[in-house]
């Protein structure tokens, strides 16, 4: 699960983190008040206007503007507010713009030049570690620091069990070429960051840019924060931070009926019980000349409405030119299921697309017969090959 930059910043402020000081906009005015609000916390008529979606790149697209007064943070929010913003990271049509996060100015003069670093924390599933990556270099550019230079980008992996040491923090701070303050505030910066990722079960966090201003003081001026949702049952009051508007609403659709559904590309729609199976049903897809047009697990208690519930999600997707239903009856009776998919199937109405199921384990014989006397368009089968057969049938 993502989350807004405003919502990543106050998660970092909990931890003692040091970030950019922002109050969220709905509007023009809002903005005029968070940006006068400021102007009396820090006494600056400057401030920064931040398009809030779960995409990077905002400044590239337009999304992140500077104000020299509130009035114009006004003007500006009015211009962001309601924009498709497209960047890199969006689909190519953008994403809605609903809201903006008005920050204060954190380049202002002092007795150093600001320096903009990179730095987050993920998990390394091949070394099976934490890691952090940096690198001296921040900003909008970094992917092309990494492509062109890699040797300026920089990993310290994390011993989970052992968690981050002292002297690694240490080192991530020399190696960014900070002496001094700043290096004993990055240190710091550091630690409470990482503890910031272990505490709220997050797969990753990202700050970029990580600013050292000009009097020596390490803040958070971006945070980009993904959520292990396999541990919001843990993490309630993160979890309220979810923002549907910002997800595919099939996506939201799907775990409101409490389906394991991830839209893929292809032209095949495949609703099956486990995951093991899903993953083997998509080869068998790609096999029979098609591509799997979603993974669907609809889990082990595959009744009617689950069955209705899943068709019509897959029926959303005008790519799919078929159905395979791929069910193993072991907990589940197969003619149960079979009577589900017809019963599903009166309810929907029209489905325009052939429907092929594939039902093997208990009662499967008698499935099959429900399926091939229901006088629908339906085809019944109970062998992989079979149904495999049948994909490449009606796609031809």
Known sequence: MNLHEYQGKELLKSYGV???EGIVANNAEEAVAAAKKL???YNSDWCVVKAQIHAGGRGKGGGVKLAKSPEQAGELAGQIIGMMLKTPQTPPDGKLVRKVLVTQDVFYPGASEPKEFYISVLMDRGKGCNVIIYSPEGGMDIEKVAEETPELVFAEFVD???GLRPFQAQKVAFNLGLSGAALKDMVDFIQKLYAAFIGSDASMFEINPCLKTSDDKIIAVDAKVALDENALYRQSALAAMRDTDEED???????SYDLNYVKLDGNVGCMVNGAGLAMATMDLIKLSGGDPANFLDVGG???AQ???N???LMLKDSNV????INIFGGIVRCDRVAQGVVDAYNKIGTIPVPVIVRLQGTNADLGKKIIDESGLKVYGAIEFQEAADLVAKVLN
Not at 249 to 255: K, Y
Not at 321 to 324: D, F, G, R, S, Y
């Open 301 to 303: 208690t595959a009744d």
């Open 18 to 20: 040091k970030i950019q």
């Open 321 to 324: 030119k078929a159905i395979l």
């Open 306 to 308: 689950r069955v209705e």
């Open 310 to 312: 899943a068709m019509r």
């Open 39 to 41: 102007k009396e916390l």
């Open 160 to 162: 989970p069990l052992l």
């Open 249 to 255: 609403p099939t996506d939201v659709e799907a775990q």
